[in-house]
């Protein structure tokens, strides 16, 4: 990278990066766009987070624009929401006074150059004036890029130390541009790792998901997770499946969970991690997936979703199985988590082709005929039965399971037979289910 191509693809940056520099440095405040939009933008990718430091003290901002939100006002930082509705960070030049391992104690600075010094690695102390025209890369952050090196701005032992979470994010942003740690920073990201549980849930899940969310590899990242000892440490149940042998012993399924997140990339990471999960229900069971996710504090809705679409595993019906085979399996998947379970599928089917050699185009045509199937849109529940437990108790039944059964067992004849589904025919059906007293 020229430093000519990295400030022409600058100059490409949103005019709100240029309006905000220009309100601040009016009124006499030097303002930078610093940080990873600057980097993104440096090396030819979409930057959508612009954040700016400047020497102004919050106050100054909040006054300066009409639209603000205190978002981390005592340590420097405020949100100004511009004509495009999005909110961009500006936060005053600051340096570091105490460590926590959390977050370090901050006061504001009067320089560019402290602000910079503070930050975690050397591609991410980068910032740059839009009118000036100029880069800033004391650390020489672009050539660390360019040569695939992470590396500390400074000591790493301190950097750590500062913010515990740099540790993931180092690993996050080595699996993203494929970068090999210095000897140095990777004896110190590994030696901090005991001291991560002093983070927050919400942090570690939050770099859990980037690191899902990030590029076409998450099993760059998961990879790293591994081999730092962060899994062992954060995740102990994913770091189980990493000697837990699948069906046969010649591969774990730590090595068959990665290449399924890899199959998922372009589907989420909220699936991604179900990938994962897929092989702790079947080696742990369900529960351990929900400890996991509880523990970091994914919401309820968030948890049910991934544990439904691994608990949707191990695999779908055979090749060539008939359409009572496909809809009952429909009828185990909740409707909106369909789609989600049958990309599963498909990934672990895929997974396993590159794993043993096994073909996966018979799994490939069972999904093909289930999702067929689901465009037909069968009956899959007692919900869409054309009955009802009121109708069924109108023939006799008082309430009580009883009547479940007879809609359940309604239910499994429609499954067989779509055709079934017709008033008369079921309350036909549910007669005679009554009168005999049926098993269901």
């Known amino acids: 990278m020229t430093d000519a191509l990295v400030l022409d693809r600058l100059r490409q940056a949103p005019q709100v990066a240029r309006w905000i520099v220009r309100t601040l440095e009016e009124q006499g405040f030097e303002t930078w766009a610093v940080g990873g939009a600057v980097r993104d933008v440096a090396l030819g990718l979409p930057a959508e987070d612009w954040d700016f430091a400047t020497r102004a003290r919050p106050g100054d901002v909040q006054r300066l624009f009409r639209r603000t939100v205190a978002v981390g006002a005592d340590h420097g930082t405020i949100g100004v929401l511009a004509k495009d509705r999005r909110l961009y960070e500006v936060t005053t030049f600051r340096r570091d006074v105490k460590p926590l391992g959390r977050r370090a104690i901050v006061e504001f600075a009067d320089t560019l150059d402290e602000d910079l010094a503070r930050r975690d690695f050397t591609f991410n102390a980068l910032a740059w004036h839009p009118f000036r025209e100029e880069l800033v890369d004391p650390f020489n952050g672009l050539a660390d890029l360019a040569g695939g090196v992470l590396r500390t701005v400074g000591d790493p032992e301190e950097r750590f130390r500062e913010d515990r979470l740099r540790a993931l994010?180092?690993?996050?942003?080595?699996?993203?541009?494929?970068?090999?740690?210095?000897?140095?920073?990777?004896?110190?990201?590994?030696?901090?790792?005991?001291?991560?549980?002093?983070?927050?849930?919400?942090?570690?899940?939050?770099?859990?998901?980037?690191?899902?969310?990030?590029?076409?590899?998450?099993?760059?990242?998961?990879?790293?997770?591994?081999a730092s000892g962060v899994l062992a440490e954060l995740f102990p149940e994913l770091a189980r499946l990493l000697d837990a042998p699948v069906a046969g012993g010649a591969v774990t399924r730590w090595e068959r969970a990665l290449l399924v997140a890899d199959a998922l990339s372009a589907n989420g990471p909220l699936l991604r991690l179900s990938g994962l999960l897929a092989e702790v229900v079947e080696s742990a069971g369900a529960r351990d997936c929900v400890q996991m996710m509880v523990r970091l504090r994914f919401s309820g809705a968030e948890t049910e979703r991934a544990t439904h679409w691994a608990e949707s595993q191990p695999g779908v019906p055979p090749a060539g199985a008939g359409g009572s085979a496909l809809r009952r399996w429909l009828a185990g998947v909740e409707p909106e988590a369909r789609p989600g379970a049958l990309r599963l599928a498909l990934a672990r089917a895929r997974a396993d082709r590159l794993l043993s050699g096994v073909d996966s185009g018979p799994a490939v045509s069972s999904v093909r005929a289930l999702r067929r199937e689901a465009r037909t849109r069968p009956p899959l529940s007692i919900a869409e039965l054309a009955i009802d437990g009121r109708d069924v108790m109108r023939l006799g039944l008082k309430p009580g399971p009883r009547v479940g059964e007879v809609l359940r067992a309604l239910l499994d004849s429609v499954l067989e037979e779509p055709e079934r589904n017709e008033r008369e025919r079921l309350l036909a059906e549910a007669t005679t289910l009554i009168r005999t007293g049926a098993e269901t």
Not at 169 to 184: D, N
Not at 191 to 214: C, F, H, I, T, W
């Open 169 to 226: 994010r180092g690993l996050r942003f080595a699996a993203r541009f494929r970068l090999t740690a210095t000897s140095e920073t990777w004896a110190a990201l590994v030696a901090s790792v005991p001291q991560l549980g002093a983070l927050s849930a919400e942090r570690v899940r939050e770099e859990l998901m980037k690191s899902l969310a990030d590029g076409e590899r998450p099993s760059g990242a998961l990879a790293l997770y591994a």
